[in-house]
């Protein structure tokens, strides 16, 4: 089983940056998805970004367009998402996911394997 730990969240102003940081315990030898996620109190989960780790396409919602970066070390078996000009609407609670798959895609019902999730709140 995946396992997956967030951390990296915590209070900014708007127009602020942070990077969220993701510990996977295996990334395995072929076909493997991770994403970011995000869940605002009320709001159903939605998908920020996803990225396929050994083919190297990525995925971004067009709310984070051209602000969040997702990225990966595969040596460390690190994700990670970089955040800028975050806005107050950006707060949740963002997790990171896992799936032994060759796609990746931005629905959490594609992924079998979450992380417990990091608070993120942007003031205005």
């Known amino acids: 089983e995946v396992q997956l730990v967030e951390s990296g969240g915590g209070l900014v102003q708007a127009g602020g940056s942070l990077r969220l940081s993701c510990a996977v315990s295996?990334?395995?030898?072929?076909?493997?998805?991770l994403a970011w996620f995000r869940q605002a109190p009320g709001k159903e989960r939605e998908g920020i970004s996803c990225?396929?780790?050994?083919?190297?396409?990525?995925e971004y919602a067009d709310f984070v367009k051209g602000r969040f970066t997702i990225s990966t070390d595969t040596d460390k078996r690190m994700l990670y998402l970089q955040m800028n000009s975050l806005k107050p609407e950006d707060t949740a609670v963002y997790f990171c996911?896992?799936?032994?798959?060759?796609?990746?895609?931005?629905?959490?019902?594609?992924?079998?394997?979450w992380g417990q999730g990091t608070q993120v709140t942007v003031s205005s």
């Open positions: 990225l396929e780790v050994y083919e190297g396409r990525t």
């Open positions: 996911a896992a799936e032994r798959a060759e796609l990746c895609l931005l629905s959490p019902h594609w992924y079998d394997y």
């Open positions: 295996e990334f395995g030898t072929d076909d493997f998805a």
